[in-house]
């Protein structure tokens, strides 16, 4: 079946760092992709999504690049801030319909000290 | 943004008990889900639901579980009977038509 795997369980870094978050795919066909954001006390909310190769997603800084051939989706921004503290799940949708289940990665718990 | 609510935040029941759990969707969307998260692990689609009906149901649906939104009020999921490893996080979701998603703060149900 579908899956979605994130190498990075826990991600540490100081204000104004690089971020980079894994994500590769393994699904029939052509999902769309997402990443969506949860701080603590909420349920996930959604950064962005792509739906085709090449296709670029982006919000409030990050973004990421579906990217067919080595099937990923990898999470950026160039410079982090405290308040971007949360843990990033990579998601995907294998159906293009609405009502379609997600897939989930594990997250990563990313922490950004000032 | 649209707010989905969860009710009860935590519930602790015995095993053997039937449980429900209560989501109050975005008003006006049509599609409502419910994922589960045990700890440590990923979160897994249990069930999506349209007009009254399953759309879809995952392996970890078991027959101890249904879904039902009666006369448009909460999107409930009851758990009859309980098990041990029915605990974790239940998260609901609800959208309106296209991919976006809108979860709840879930509810974190301990079985004794």
């Known amino acids: 079946g579908d899956s979605v795997t994130q190498t990075e369980g826990q991600v540490a870094l100081s204000e104004e760092d690089f971020l980079t978050i894994h994500c590769n795919y393994s699904?029939?066909?052509?999902?769309?992709l997402f990443w969506y954001v949860q701080y603590p006390g909420e349920g996930p909310q959604l950064l962005f999504r792509?739906?085709?190769?090449?296709e670029k997603g982006s919000s409030r800084g990050f973004e990421a690049t579906y990217d067919k051939g080595t099937t990923s989706f990898h999470l950026r921004k160039a410079s982090v801030q405290e308040s971007d503290s949360a843990v990033y799940y990579c998601?995907?949708?294998?159906?293009?319909?609405?009502?379609?289940?997600?897939?989930f990665g594990k997250g990563a718990k990313l922490t950004v000290s000032p | 943004g649209p707010k989905v609510l969860q009710i009860p935040s935590h519930q602790i029941i015995d095993m053997g008990q039937m449980v429900t759990l209560n989501c109050d969707p975005v008003s006006n969307h049509l599609y409502f889900y419910w994922y589960k998260q045990i700890l440590g692990q990923q979160m897994e689609f249990l069930v999506n639901?349209?007009?009254?009906?399953?759309?879809?149901k995952s392996k970890l649906f078991k027959d101890q579980f249904s879904v039902e939104r009666p006369d448009g009020s909460y999107f409930t999921l009851k758990i009859q009977p309980t098990a041990l490893e029915d605990s974790a996080v239940y998260f609901c979701?609800?959208?309106?038509?296209?991919?976006?998603?809108?979860f709840g703060p879930g509810t974190r149900l301990t079985v004794l």
């Open positions: 979701a609800s959208s309106l038509v296209g991919y976006e998603q809108y």
């Open positions: 998601a995907l949708s294998d159906r293009q319909g609405t009502g379609s289940k997600l897939s």
């Open positions: 792509a739906s085709r190769d090449k």
């Open positions: 639901f349209y007009n009254g009906k399953v759309m879809e």
């Open positions: 699904a029939s066909g052509y999902p769309t």
